[in-house]
């Protein structure tokens, strides 16, 4: 089975407005954590936004939140007021201590904001 | 900048070579990840060390070899190349708190190109 699940090859959103990139993942490890990391064109990988499998609080930084919902088992990414620099491909990844606290990166989600 | 040092940044070389490309992790973190990125590919794991030692490997293929040494850095040697090993080769580094909490930070690739 997949440890990092994320089903949008694609998305588009218009500038300014708010978009949400989906991500499960699939752990029996109760301790874990969730990551998102940006993939501009340039292609460096850009570390965004961690979440704690205990954190009573969805993680933000600026405009990223991360919309945590455990019995769901769902990470989702959300962006809020996009900007045309916000362009990239977006990988969720999820760490877990069962395996040694290996890193599992899904198959990506590339955004691309219209102007 | 991430602190992750990657060298060469681009490479192109011809089949059947073989290439060393290096990394220096960020000052302090100890363990180091190799990762391959083809063409509008996810990112394939392919080896993590911590300290010296090797941790895990993932889909390494047997041409593929690394190291860590005592000051840390880690060199990925890649030999017999073929027209397939084309990829963008990500190290990344952690600090390994025990935990699954610390972010990958990545270094900005060695891009490979194979003739």
């Known amino acids: 089975a997949q440890k990092i699940t994320q089903t949008q090859p694609g998305m588009f959103v218009q500038e300014k407005e708010a978009v949400t990139l989906d991500c499960t993942y699939d752990t029996s490890d109760p301790s874990y954590g969730l990551f998102w990391y940006k993939q501009p064109s340039s292609g460096e990988m850009i570390f965004l936004i961690y979440q704690g499998s205990y954190d009573q609080q969805n993680a933000t930084e600026g405009r990223y939140s991360l919309n945590f919902q455990k019995a769901r088992k769902s990470a989702n990414l959300v962006i809020s007021a996009s900007q045309l620099g916000d362009s990239a491909m977006y990988f969720c990844a999820m760490r877990e201590p069962y395996t040694g606290n290996q890193f599992y990166f899904g198959t990506g989600t590339s955004l691309t904001v219209i102007p | 900048d991430s602190g992750v040092t990657q060298t060469p940044k681009h490479l192109i070389t011809a089949t059947g070579q073989r290439v060393t490309l290096r990394c220096s992790p960020r000052?302090?973190?100890?363990?180091v990840y190799w990762y391959q990125q083809s063409l509008d590919q996810g990112l394939q794991f392919l080896i993590h060390y911590y300290n010296g030692e090797e941790r895990a490997k993932g889909n390494i293929l047997e041409r593929f070899s690394a190291q860590q040494f005592p000051d840390l850095h880690s060199e990925l040697n890649l030999s017999s190349l073929e027209l397939g090993d084309s990829a963008l080769y990500f190290c990344?580094?952690?600090?390994?708190?025990?935990?699954?909490?610390?972010?990958?930070?990545f270094g900005e690739g060695s891009r490979l190109t194979v003739l």
């Open positions: 000052s302090g973190d100890l363990s």
């Open positions: 990344a580094s952690s600090v390994e708190a025990g935990g699954p909490s610390g972010e990958l930070f």
